[in-house]
């Protein structure tokens, strides 16, 4: 029995989640997920066993413990040190690549890590600019990483490596703007060390056996469920870490509770049961019948970005919106895309995004500095894409 109007209920729930998303975001998710529900009179406990009794989300669960732990582990090691030092290349490519090599281990405060190599690459340089450079590129392998995009794969329907072949455009792009507004005017200059490839590709090897083995296995096995594939692959790169970087057995259970990876497979539930409930809701119905624009339904997917500091929650929105909306069960790969890529700008530039909030910690800086440097490429980037669907809806 519904104690308010869902939409009234869900306009509540989420202003709440809003609120409280730059703390603990499986609990608040989970939290704003059953107050919805029993708001809303949707039935939660059912709801809550559908979620626990899906395979897929089961299994993408279970993945994503192995995660963070990979990216500790490549921490603790040194090899992601060795690997950016070995590569050898100029002062502009290193201020790109290190801190988007870094990107590629999810793990908690991950800016801290790349915030130090950016500054001394560059010391001379005005500290929100460094800041701006640190955030825009540490997150730019979120476009296209697989192990960045499983869980939106899984809310989208899609498979994970349309996903990852329909971002190489916009990660392409964020790249040139990037380069044009933070890096195109340093002056040039190349540090004497030693360049050792075959080290590079070594220490690259423990990131990349897992999105390999996990494609390959796609190509060659159908099967119901491929993260089964997925998982086999991550459990194999925990191991060849600890291996490459000489480390004992028991620092993979030190580091499982130093990253509290308990968190992450517990905000996999959160987010389902609460696209669950939604799902299950009249929201997406009477929002759906609005017959909203699509160029707006962008800029409230940036908003969403903005005001959560997240992706995927406002990806498990703006979905059912739109496959409601036009009545279809899979939203097209281009208007994903734009929508995926709407979201990832306003998550890029909000203040209570933990990466861009560590970088000016380390550099001292302020939030109103950055946006000097970081507002107007996230805009021009923002009307690019507004530009780009304008066109091709002219076609």
């Keep these: 029995m519904e104690i308010l109007p869902p939409i009234f209920s869900f306009l509540i729930v989420l202003t709440l989640v809003l609120v409280f998303s730059k703390y603990e975001l499986y609990l608040t998710l989970m939290i704003g997920a059953i107050s919805f529900g029993i708001l809303a009179g949707i039935d939660v406990f059912d709801s809550l066993i559908t979620t626990l009794l899906d395979p897929a989300i089961i299994l993408l669960a279970i993945a994503v413990l192995f995660i963070p732990i990979l990216g500790g582990l490549m921490d603790e090691s040194g090899l992601m040190v060795e690997l950016v030092d070995k590569m050898d290349v100029s002062k502009k490519v290193s201020l790109m690549i290190s801190p988007a090599l870094y990107g590629l281990l999810p793990v908690a405060g991950g800016a801290l890590m790349s915030a130090p190599i950016v500054d001394s690459i560059a010391p001379d340089m005005n500290a929100s600019r460094k800041v701006a450079i640190n955030v825009w590129y540490r997150h730019i392998f979120i476009l296209i990483y697989p192990l960045s995009l499983l869980a939106i794969s899984e809310i989208a329907n899609i498979n994970l490596y349309l996903i990852v072949i329909a971002m190489l455009i916009p990660f392409i792009l964020l790249i040139i703007i990037g380069y044009v507004f933070f890096i195109r005017s340093i002056e040039e200059e190349r540090a004497a060390r030693e360049r050792d490839i075959k080290k590079v590709i070594t220490n690259l090897v423990p990131i990349l056996i897992a999105p390999l083995f996990d494609i390959i296995s796609r190509i060659f096995f159908n099967i119901a469920y491929p993260e089964i594939f997925l998982i086999i692959g991550l459990y ?88 409601i909306q036009n009545s279809i069960l899979v939203i097209p790969l281009l ?9 990832f700008l306003g998550y890029l530039i909000t203040p209570i995004h933990p990466c861009l909030v560590y970088s000016l910690n380390y550099f001292n800086d302020t939030y109103k500095n950055l946006l000097k440097h970081m507002l107007l490429p996230t805009f021009v980037s923002l009307g690019v894409l507004l530009g780009i669907y304008a066109f091709i809806s002219l076609l």
Excluded: H
């Design 335 to 343: 208007d994903f895309s734009f929508l995926y890529l709407a979201i």
């Design 236 to 323: 194999t790169s925990v191991f060849v870490c600890v291996k490459m970087g000489a480390l004992p057995i028991k620092a993979i259970a030190t580091i499982s509770k130093k990253m509290k990876i308990w968190r992450f497979p517990l905000l996999i539930v959160a987010m389902f049961l609460f696209l669950e409930i939604f799902t299950r809701s009249s929201v997406p119905d009477t929002i759906g019948n609005l017959k909203l624009p699509f160029i707006l339904l962008l800029c409230i997917a940036f908003f969403l970005g903005f005001a959560t500091g997240r992706i995927q929650l406002p990806l498990s929105i703006m979905i059912p919106i739109y496959t």
